[in-house]
Every structure is written in structure tokens, then in C-alpha cells.
């Protein structure tokens, strides 16, 4: 087999150790880097650019959701919570063919290719026809996904999604939720059935919905058969409500009962971890499990806060979503995460520890480390044997130019709304040229027709 090799030149590469000057990076023909060297020379035949950084890690999709994404914001007879929304949210899903789900996914992989995530992990629920029956394919909609992913260059791990229950107590589905049913068994199959689809840009991994819509014995079934290091990622203790709800059924909190039922390590992501008791952020930062937040969704929804300054102390790992795609950069997610801290607290700059003061570059470093052990995936540094995943910054923008490289990412995570992030590689492949995506037309093309014939429908 032929290797081609690609190489990029940057005055400033976000390494590990940090911003650091005159680096070739090299990778293979299958999008993995092959050499990462400080100190270079740059040759005249090389691109070169200034300011080069790992892209993001978007650890929690729905991208069908980005159907609904603005759609949702009319006040009902009230009051409205997350629960009202969840009913809209189920009407849209109703509805989407796969032929809509793979067009809505590549938009917004498009989108978030723009805004600087290279990488995309999908808790995949909607697995079976409108009518409640499978697919010819159990595994079509997956595919859809996995398609769209491809299709934009957009790294992906698909989590199929363990989803049997309404409530706690094995409460039956809701007829709005037949789309959703799935058995552990259904889940490993679909596994199963994906595991030609895994490559570099493509991982496979699962998802117990939540403690709420699958049981422990199911959770354990799953566990137990699922194939080694491939993630498993579940939504816990996003509202109140479901905390008293696990409290009055089981007598313990959501996160207390899956860290005394299941295995929780550093192959597990607890997506939101919003209402813990400080024993339970204590544990999670000590299982070495990713906790993913979500701030957008979470604002938009009115989850809550996530104890940031403590889990932060205690070393606990944490990267961000985008999940329902009221945003789909990761600069606001980060700003408000940051943001929302401050508020909180009536402090500044709590996103630090001692020895990392830098705000910007905490949360972007802490965000890419959480991001990537979530997604199972060989991404989030710029370092031999991980996919040559790679921003280019427009340092020629007022807001970045003739900035020293120190400031860039307090610059860049603070400072206005313009998108600042100028080319795009992923796996190697350069997706995004001065702002524009190689596909982008033909990719809001199918995203239009697909929203039109959605939109027409009776609501
Ligand atoms: C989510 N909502 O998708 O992450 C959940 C919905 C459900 C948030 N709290 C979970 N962001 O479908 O019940
Ligand atoms: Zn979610």
C-alpha cells in the first residue's frame, strides 16, 4: 500500500505543553499523525500557517434536533420546563424520515465543521420506523448518521441508544416514544451490525438512555457484552424532578444508584451530572469518568448548574455538547459554561487551578482531554498516532491580530461573535477553507428540501 504524506507547517501549534512555535505536522494517508516536530524550518513548498489548534470534541448529539432548534421558544399555557419542551421535541421526532435525519445531520455537522468541532459523538435514540416497527436494516438510521458524518468528513462515534422505559419503576414506553424502543439485546445487535463502519473517522460505542428508560439489569447486560474501551455514555440527573424521581422509587439519587449498580470508569461519559449531592461529584471525579455538559441545552431547558469550582478541584475530567443545537459553537458553550459560573458565584475567572490561570486555555485544554476520552477516538491533541484534526485561526481578524499567542484562546473565547476559526482538517482532509465547507451547498440543499416538506406538515 502507497502512504501519501501531508504536512502542514505552524508558527504556533497548540501542543500538549501548549502553544509552541515552528511545528511540521505530518500524517498518513489515513488521517493519523505520523510526525508532530517543534523547531522546524519551513520549506517553501509546505502551507504554512500562524496559529494551528487541536479541533473540538462535540461529546452529546441529537442531530435531529436541529430541526427543532428555535422552534420551541413560544410560551405554551405554562409554565413551561423541560418536560413541555420534551413533548415538542417528540412531535419532530415523529415525524423524520431517515432520509430527513441523514440531511438534518449533515447540516449541522457542516455547521459545527465551521465552528471549530472536528469530532462528534451521537446519542442515536430515533431506531425504528414512524409506526413502531424496525427498519428492513435494524441498524438504518444509525447508518443515516454515520453517513451524514461521512458526507461532511465530521468524526463520529455512534452510541446507539438502550431506550425501554418511560420512568423509573419499568414504567411502559408512551405511544410518542415508539420510536425509541430498544432491548440490550437490540442494542449489541445494532453494534453488531456497525462494526463494518468502524474506521479512523468512525467509532461504535452505546448509550443507556438514562436511569429513567433503562434498568440496572438491562444497563448490566449491556455492559457486559459490549466489546472492550468502546464508550458508553448516559443522560443522569439533568432535572430535580428525575432526582426525586430515582429518590422515591429506589431511595437513592441517580448518580448514587448507577455508581452502586454499574462500573463506573473512564470509559463511561454522565451527560449533564446537573443535581449531584457533593459525595456524588466526588465520586464521578475519582471513577475517571467524563462528565458532559451541555451548556446551551441546559440553559435553553432551564436544567440548572453544574457544580463547575468543585468538580474542578477534585480533578474531574468534563468536555461539551452541543445536544439539542441551540448552538452549534463551541465557543459558546464554552463562554457560557464560564459565564454561567460567574453569574452563579458573583466571581471571575472560576474555569482555573493553580499553575493553569489562563481561563480560555483551561477550558479549551480541559474540554478537548474530556472530549476525546469520550469519544473513544484517537483526538483532541495534536500528537503522533492521533487524527491529524487541526484548526486554522484567522489571525488576520482584528480580534486576533498581533495578539501574543498567550492571549489567543482568552481572545478567542471571550471576545465577540464573528467565527474566527478560518480552515478546518479533519482525519487529514481539509473540510473547511476560508469559512466555507467543501460541501456546504449541496449539504444545505438536501437540509432546505428536507425542513420544507417537515414544516409543511399539520403541527
Ligand atoms: C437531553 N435534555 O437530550 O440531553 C435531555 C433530554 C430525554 C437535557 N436535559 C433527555 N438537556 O430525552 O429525556
Ligand atoms: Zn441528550
Given amino acids: 500500500m502507497t502512504t501519501t504524506t501531508n504536512s502542514l507547517f505552524a508558527q504556533y501549534a497548540l501542543l500538549p505543553q501548549g502553544w509552541t512555535a515552528d511545528v511540521r505536522m505530518s500524517w498518513d494517508a489515513q488521517g493519523n499523525l505520523t510526525a508532530v516536530t517543534p523547531g522546524a ?18 461529546l452529546h448529539s441529537h442531530s435531529f434536533q436541529r430541526a427543532l432548534a428555535g422552534m420551541t421558544e413560544t410560551a405554551g399555557e405554562g409554565p413551561d420546563s423541560f418536560w413541555t419542551w420534551r ?41 425504528r420506523a414512524q409506526d413502531g416497527s424496525f427498519y428492513a436494516d435494524m441498524a438504518e438510521t444509525a447508518r443515516r448518521v454515520i453517513a451524514a458524518a461521512q458526507a461532511s468528513g465530521m468524526g463520529i462515534t455512534m452510541l446507539p441508544v438502550l431506550y425501554s422505559y418511560a420512568d423509573f419503576g419499568n414504567v411502559p414506553l408512551r405511544h410518542d416514544q415508539r420510536r425509541f424502543a430498544t432491548d440490550a439485546e437490540q442494542i449489541l445487535q445494532m453494534v453488531a451490525l456497525l462494526e463494518n463502519a468502524r474506521d479512523g473517522q468512525t467509532e461504535v460505542g452505546a448509550a443507556p438512555h438514562s436511569l ?16 472492550a474501551h468502546r464508550p458508553v455514555h448516559i443522560h443522569i440527573a439533568e432535572q430535580q424532578k428525575e432526582v426525586d424521581a430515582c429518590l422515591a422509587s429506589t431511595g437513592k439519587r441517580p448518580v448514587e444508584l448507577l455508581l452502586d449498580t454499574q462500573q463506573i470508569d473512564a470509559r463511561w461519559c454522565l451527560v449533564h451530572a446537573t443535581h449531584l449531592s457533593k459525595a456524588e461529584l466526588q465520586a464521578i471525579a475519582a471513577s475517571g469518568a467524563v462528565v458532559g455538559i451541555c451548556t446551551t441545552t441546559e440553559g435553553n431547558l432551564g436544567d440548572g448548574f453544574f457544580d463547575l469550582p468543585d468538580y474542578i478541584a477534585a480533578q474531574g475530567r468534563f468536555g461539551i455538547g452541543s445536544d439539542s443545537h441551540v448552538s452549534q459553537s463551541p465557543i459558546e458553550e464554552l463562554r457560557w459554561l464560564e459565564y454561567g459560573q460567574r ?8 474555569a482555573s487551578l493553580p499553575g493553569r490561570r489562563r481561563v480560555g486555555d483551561f ?22 498516532g492521533a487524527r491529524a484534526d487541526m484548526l486554522v485561526l484567522d489571525e488576520q481578524h482584528p480580534s486576533l491580530c498581533g495578539v501574543d499567542v498567550s492571549d489567543i484562546l482568552n481572545t478567542w ?10 480552515d478546518v482538517w479533519a482525519g487529514g482532509q481539509l473540510l473547511v477553507e476560508n469559512g466555507r465547507h467543501r460541501n456546504q451547498a449541496a449539504i444545505a ?15
Fill in 212 to 227: 429513567r428508560a433503562a434498568s440496572t439489569q438491562q444497563i448490566r447486560e449491556l455492559l457486559a457484552a459490549l466489546p
Fill in 413 to 422: 473565547i471571550f471576545t465577540g461573535n464573528e467565527n474566527l476559526v478560518r
Fill in 363 to 384: 477550558l479549551w485544554t480541559a474540554a478537548l482531554a474530556g472530549g476525546a476520552q469520550a469519544s473513544g477516538r484517537a483526538v483532541g491533541k495534536l500528537a503522533v
Fill in 343 to 350: 453569574l452563579r458565584a458573583q466571581q471571575r475567572n472560576v
Fill in 41 to 58: 524550518t519551513a520549506q517553501a513548498h509546505e502551507k504554512q500557517e500562524r496559529l494551528v489548534l487541536p479541533g473540538m470534541i462535540n
Fill in 87 to 127: 413533548d415538542l421535541m417528540y412531535r419532530t421526532a415523529l415525524n423524520i424520515t431517515p432520509e430527513q435525519m441523514q440531511a438534518i445531520a449533515a447540516q449541522l455537522y457542516v455547521e459545527c465543521l465551521r465552528q471549530g468541532y472536528t469530532s462528534v459523538c451521537e446519542f442515536h435514540y430515533l431506531h
Fill in 445 to 459: 440543499g438536501s437540509y432546505i428540501a428536507a425542513m420544507t416538506a417537515l414544516r409543511k406538515l399539520p403541527k
